[in-house]
């Protein structure tokens, strides 16, 4: 049974800058998609980033392009998602998930693991 440990949220201003760690276990995660989705109060949860387990191919929420980044240590067994120039907006529960596909998912369904959250706070 795998499981996926989210890490590195907090309380920032906007313009900050975090970056969540996700860490693998209990599984071999390194041939598995990896992404982030995050969910805002009120809202339903939505897909921020991906990437594949090899090839290093990524793709991002319309939203976050150009200031978060997506990436993975296969080694670690540890994925990263580095979030810079945060909006107020941007706040919400950011869960790390994997799914057993060789592309870049993007919806909840081809997602086989949920991580408990980790909690981001952007200030105005």
């Known amino acids: 049974q795998g499981q996926l440990v989210e890490s590195g949220g907090g309380l920032v201003q906007a313009g900050g800058s975090l970056r969540l760690s996700c860490v693998a276990s209990?599984?071999?995660?390194?041939?598995?998609?990896m992404g982030w989705f995050r969910q805002a109060p009120g809202k339903e949860r939505e897909f921020v980033a991906t990437i594949k387990w090899f090839g290093g191919n990524t793709n991002y929420a319309d939203s976050v392009k150009g200031r978060f980044t997506i990436s993975r240590d296969n080694a670690k067994n540890t994925v990263y998602l580095q979030m810079n120039s945060l909006k107020p907006e941007d706040t919400a529960v950011y869960y790390c998930v994997a799914a057993k596909v060789l592309y870049t998912a993007t919806r909840e369904a081809e997602y086989d693991y949920w991580g408990q959250g980790t909690q981001v706070t952007v200030s105005s």
């Open positions: 209990g599984r071999t995660f390194t041939t598995y998609t």
